[in-house]
């Protein structure tokens, strides 16, 4: 029972380089969310996608780009990295977000560790 | 203000001790409250959901949620060294969930 897999688990980077990182999930989820983890700042939202087809920003978009490729696949794409964007990246899912009553909790991946130059 | 507040610590207790862990938030909108887990280098894993005001059991460790004071809590009972971990807080009440800074915690052997 693998979750969520997120890959590469590291990568280095230079300025304005380019690069997409993956997350798959394979408990029939139908959300998925990209965050990112910074020291003294949590977890912050980056986009979500709530179903197959939509995306959505998040609290901190600027300089992403993402990709609902299928309900398993989740891609996180950064264009022309910046050092600001050096931090672990987590990619997590939830089952469905009913609108009107519960919500279920988010399953987290492992992380990828990227740093940029 | 931040939607949620959660002190940082660091916090270092000898094994067995009774752990208590906070977090405060300002919407009261949430309903829908959780702590994770998250051991060095790994994802945030869930302990505990629960929805609305009151307590949740689950082995050693116990939820409270107080919607009237705005403020949650996490014990863990004979805190163990495999305890060792940062204890994030989570809510939600709508489309986005609401993560505190994390509690790094240290169980002493």
């Known amino acids: 029972n693998a979750g969520v897999t997120q890959t590469p688990k590291f990568q280095v980077l230079k300025t304005g380089q380019s690069m997409t990182l993956q997350c798959a999930q394979d408990?029939?989820?139908?959300?998925m969310y990209w965050y990112r983890q910074d020291p003294g700042m949590g977890l912050r939202l980056i986009y979500y996608s709530a179903s197959e087809g939509t995306t959505d920003k998040g609290e901190v978009p600027n300089g992403y780009n993402v990709s609902r490729l299928n309900k398993r696949e989740f891609s996180l794409r950064l264009e022309s990295a910046a050092p600001s964007q050096t931090s672990v990246y987590f990619c997590a899912s939830m089952l469905e977000r009913d609108r009107g009553r519960r919500n279920q909790p988010q399953h987290f991946g492992d992380g990828t560790r990227l740093s940029i130059l | 203000q931040k939607e949620v507040e959660q002190d940082p610590g660091p916090l270092s207790v000898p094994e067995g001790a009774i752990v208590s862990l906070n977090c405060t938030y300002s919407?009261?909108?949430?309903?829908?409250f959780m702590w994770y887990r998250q051991y060095s280098r790994k994802g945030p894993e869930l302990l505990m959901y629960t929805y609305s005001s009151g307590n949740k059991e689950d082995g050693r460790f116990t939820a409270q949620v107080d919607k009237s004071s705005k403020y949650i809590s996490l014990f863990i009972r004979d805190s163990q060294p495999s305890d060792s971990a940062t204890y994030l807080c989570?809510?939600?009440?709508?489309?986005?969930?609401?993560f505190g800074t994390g509690t790094s915690l240290t169980v002493i052997p």
């Open positions: 989570a809510m939600s009440g709508g489309n986005q969930f609401y």
């Open positions: 919407n009261s909108a949430f309903q829908y």
């Open positions: 408990m029939n989820h139908n959300s």
